[in-house]
């Protein structure tokens, strides 16, 4: 068993809607990392190549103006594998390090027209290990993203550790937490758009209950950011600097900050994780294990 690691958390804003200036950025931060000696990386929520806060801003009646920003997020969206992932691989290998990428992804096996909020899993070797697909879009961003199935709710063994991945509000429901905890998930990369109170104490509450370290990365992203053409800028209030502070943190298995949280800045955290924490949290309390009480409850998945 590992005993003890590095990992980060890159709080980072991405050239937005620009997938070759973000990719490019992600590769020097995940060399950066590497350099600094850690072993798992994981970025914000769709850092490729930004999130679309103008759901929240638009109204569905302005048809032509989704239409348009549709249009660039697809154009600016990442395919598995494609030229993009070959060059977070590269990084990857170089570095040393496991990776968490979140992204929009394309559907390139289907219609090559909708867009998955995603995150990708890149192992030390530079190689992809799996995908997981958001379950569930919330509120605007129904408009956005299709619905990701069960058959990505998966942990990967890693020089890290044992890592899953649930994105932003999907940490909110219980049953796609219970199917990362019986996989025995170590790590929980929890990449959001949620920077709130109330977020922080949900994720602490995650870690005790699942017994494991929980990586919650937010972009950390202002106005200026965004770039002038895209008019959907001029809708925030003119004295708002930043639309996402980030407050990314890292959580031990008790529920108790390692780092964090960072507010309104872009930096790549750093935190030790001691993984014998995991089997010292559990003794009292495991929720996949002598908690789990499958003599009176029972779970499962529907894959298609």
Not at 64 to 85: F, K
Not at 129 to 150: D, S
Request: aromatic share 8%; with cysteine; hydrophobic share 40%.
């Amino acid at each position: 068993m590992i005993k003890q690691i590095k990992i980060a958390a890159a709080q980072l804003a991405p050239v937005f809607l620009n997938k070759e200036k973000t990719i490019e950025k992600a590769c020097g931060a995940i060399l950066e990392a590497g350099k600094n000696g850690a072993k798992l990386v994981v970025f914000p929520e769709v850092f490729i190549s930004g999130y679309p806060d103008w759901v929240w801003l638009i109204p569905n009646s302005k048809g032509a103006v989704l239409n348009d920003m549709y249009i660039r997020l697809v154009e600016s969206a990442v395919s598995v594998p494609d030229d993009s992932t070959d060059k977070l691989c590269r990084a990857a290998k170089e570095a040393g390090i496991n990776v968490v990428m979140g992204m929009n992804e394309r559907n390139t096996g289907q219609s090559n027209a909708s867009l998955y909020n995603s995150l990708l899993f890149i192992n030390s070797e530079g190689k992809i290990t799996g995908v997981h697909r958001k379950l569930m879009p919330t509120g605007g961003e129904r408009l956005i993203w299709a619905q990701g199935n069960g058959t990505t709710l998966k942990a990967y063994d890693t020089t890290a550790g044992k890592i899953a991945g649930l994105i932003c509000w999907e940490n909110y429901m219980p049953l796609a937490r219970t199917a990362i905890y019986e996989t025995g998930a170590q790590i929980l990369a929890a990449p959001t758009w949620d920077k709130s109170p109330n977020w922080l104490e949900s994720m602490k509450h995650i870690a005790r209950e699942g017994g494991l370290f929980v990586i919650s990365t937010c972009m950390a992203i202002k106005k200026n950011n965004i770039p002038d053409e895209f008019e959907f800028k001029n809708l925030y209030p003119a004295d708002k600097e930043w639309i996402n502070t980030g407050n990314s943190c890292v959580i031990d298995p008790k529920g108790k900050l390692l780092t964090g949280p960072v507010d309104a800045q872009q930096e790549i955290l750093y935190a030790e994780l001691n993984m014998k924490e995991i089997i010292e949290a559990k003794r009292m309390f495991d929720v996949a294990g002598h908690y789990s009480r499958p003599d009176v409850f029972n779970f499962n998945i529907n894959k298609p």
